[in-house]
């Protein structure tokens, strides 16, 4: 089974790092490069958090508030929701092709299942 991805803690002392590697991983800022590093404008992070919010269903604010980090922390596939490479472009080759299967997430969307014991008769 895959590792769940999440947000850190609001405790943690690497907080805004973290979200940037979050923000990374799912797609809602570009992934840093040797020249830039992590080097973001206001701007960029302010589009991230807005993008984050609308697509999860919150009042987009710009700001990493309390509802953000709540939908920052539940479990997560670890897919990103945003991509652009080739691999997920409708332009892409090999989904005429047949070979591609698009995938669709909720983000929003928690556990199926209150408990994780698995019974059968």
Known sequence: MAERSKAPDLSSG????AWLNYFMQFGYLEKSNIETGNLRTIDELQQAVLKFQTYGGLEPTG?????????????????PDFNDSLDFSPLNERAYLGRHRFRRYIVNEGP??????VTWR
């Open 14 to 17: 690497s907080r805004k790092r």
């Open 63 to 79: 700001k990493i508030d309390e509802a953000t980090v709540a939908l920052m922390q539940k479990p997560r596939c670890g897919a």
């Open 112 to 117: 199926k299942w209150t408990t994780s014991t």
